[in-house]
């Protein structure tokens, strides 16, 4: 009988958690404790960061299957920095108005066309398979500088925010260290490259604000 009476409280506490939770919720779905939205102009793009409000709301079905590849390990390289979406979004914030950060969408233009983070800036990871095309890259959107001798100069580089379709995902691997003159192999600071490893399937899963052709 008291062994009835534990379970009958401890579901009854249980509930009361879940309405309260709810109650709190029903106000609006947070991106953080208290913060329903963030106004943002990064890269010229100005737009108004949130969750979808819409009770009920549902993942876009360009990520709604999960047969996809194997999962892309956490630590993608020594010193390489995993984000989640709070330090993802951090790192958004500052770049509008700090010019030694990126936020850079490394899938190919399609993908990007279709569905992307806004403010995001595509630099394909195919570029990094030539290398006078990884160069032209780094040199227009990461900060580094070709000397006249060819080699690279890596003191003003950018710390890059990198993202791709999910964490199945081998696009942004590919560019920091799989790609054949990948950033890591070229001598890009590791320290420099942070992660976002949810990418597109976190990002849309959680409802946050999107822009693209498959919206």
């Known amino acids: 009988m008291m062994m009835l009476k534990k379970v009958a409280i401890a579901t009854l506490v249980s509930s009361l958690c879940i309405s309260s939770s709810l ?21 010229g793009e100005k737009f108004t960061l949130m969750r979808n409000q819409t009770q009920g709301n549902k993942i876009t079905d360009l990520y709604v299957t999960t047969d996809r590849g194997a999962p892309q390990p956490m630590i993608l390289a020594p010193g390489v920095e995993t984000v989640g979406e709070l330090e993802f979004i951090e790192l958004m914030k500052k770049a509008q108005t700090d010019k030694t950060i990126a936020v850079i969408d490394s899938r190919e233009p399609g993908w990007y066309v279709r569905l992307r983070i806004p403010g995001a800036v595509n630099v394909p990871f195919s570029n990094f398979n030539e290398k006078d095309t990884a160069i032209e890259m780094m040199e227009d959107e990461m900060g580094v500088v070709q000397k006249s001798d060819g080699t690279l100069d890596f003191s003003n580089a950018k710390t890059l925010a990198l993202y791709c379709n999910g964490y199945w995902c081998g696009q942004t691997p590919g560019m920091v260290k799989n790609a054949k003159f990948a950033l890591l192999k070229m001598g890009y600071p590791a320290e420099k490259i942070k992660y976002y490893r949810g990418g597109m399937q976190a990002w849309t899963s959680l409802g946050f604000t999107v822009v693209g052709d498959g919206k």
């Open 23 to 43: 109650a709190e919720g029903a106000k609006f779905v947070p991106i953080s404790k208290g913060v329903k939205s963030i106004e943002m102009n990064l890269n």
